[in-house]
């Protein structure tokens, strides 16, 4: 544990030997890291780190600015924390001198892919399923936020709110007239820090049009959960999904949970018109979960992919999943299937 101490802060009263396994099976390519590490949350804080061109964190020189807290189910979960050089500020990835602005503007997205000194990248995006999963995270966040515009409209929000306040400030850093023209100019003779709208606008066209981005995922629409017509004597007792699903799939499936403190179970979806899906071959798939006697919540999202990418429904499943209730199906506000269905 002596070896760890220079690079980590222990902030529990045990804990070493937990992150010696985590780093032992991350250099063991046979190991099971879904044991003890929640790996689709890290591939967001990666695509996170990696679109907002985030290198003072694990993306960047020095592997820093993360916490590791490990869940009730004994899974490690990275938690970003120190974002005040984000948006290129700190401009080194560890490999050779610190980035010009353009070359923060076209950062590769597989930046480290390939580099066994950030095995915590490397050894995720040699699975090609986790490799599918970071990329559709990346275009989630590009087209969310950075093609749509969101950002600036927010950034502009946040820098009306504390105007005033930072004129005022006899101790701030920066003149007022560069706090002015932050969002769009580089300001800082010696720093250099980009302007957000100036780096990322570009940034957002440069991802977009990336081959690893461009590559059309899977559609899902038309998700419905079947719930009871009115005059309809017998109550629903359980959740039949459906969702309609186009652009080549290879598998669907069903992430559930009945409530927000559980693990995800998992299950295919179908298109055999045997699933609880309409027509064999139609587009729709279908499933069938039938909870215990005590549940009557659900939550859950879809996962598609085809075979170049991966996409899922609704894309901030982590924190808004699709939910449902029983209460819900045998009352109103869910839509109803038709009768051929």
């Not at 820093?64 to 974002?83: A, E, R, S, T, V």
């Amino acid at each position: 544990p002596s070896c760890y101490n220079y690079n980590f802060e222990l902030k529990s009263d045990k804990g070493w030997a937990e992150l010696i396994d985590l780093t032992k099976r991350l250099s063991e390519e046979e190991s099971d890291l879904e044991e003890v590490l929640n790996v689709d949350r890290t591939l967001w804080m990666l695509a996170f780190n990696n679109v907002l061109v985030n290198l003072n964190s694990y993306t960047g020189q020095n592997s820093q600015n993360y916490y590791l807290y490990k869940d009730d189910f004994g899974q490690f979960n990275p938690i970003i924390w120190d974002l005040n050089l984000a948006f290129g500020s700190f401009k080194n990835t560890g490999l050779g001198s610190d980035l010009n602005l353009k070359a923060l503007q076209t950062m590769d997205p597989l930046l480290h892919a390939d580099n066994p000194g950030k095995p915590l990248i490397s050894r995720l995006l040699k699975n090609p399923l986790y490799r599918k999963a970071y990329l559709s995270h990346i275009r989630t966040i590009v087209y969310d936020q950075f093609v749509s515009g969101a950002y600036e409209k927010r950034a502009k929000d946040l820098q009306r709110l504390i105007q005033i306040p930072m004129f005022n400030d006899q101790n701030k850093f920066y003149k007022s007239e560069e706090f002015q023209k932050s969002l769009t100019t580089t300001i800082g003779k010696r720093s250099k820090i980009p302007g957000i709208v100036e780096l990322m606008s570009i940034r957002a066209r440069f991802l977009k049009k990336h081959p690893e981005i461009a590559v059309i995922p899977p559609k899902i629409s038309e998700v419905k959960v079947k719930s009871r017509k009115e005059f309809q004597s017998e109550a629903i007792t359980s959740f039949r999904i459906q969702a309609k699903v186009e652009k080549l799939p290879k598998r669907v499936k069903l992430y559930y949970r009945y409530n927000s403190t559980d693990e995800y179970k998992e299950v295919f979806m179908a298109d055999d018109g045997k699933s609880h899906d309409k027509r064999a071959g139609d587009k729709v798939f279908g499933v069938l979960i039938e909870p215990d006697a005590d549940q009557k919540n659900l939550e859950y999202f879809i996962m598609t992919e085809n075979a170049r990418a991966m996409s899922f429904d609704p894309p901030n499943y982590m924190f808004e999943p699709r939910r449902v209730s029983l209460m819900e199906l045998n009352g109103e506000g869910v839509e109803e299937m038709s009768n051929d269905e």
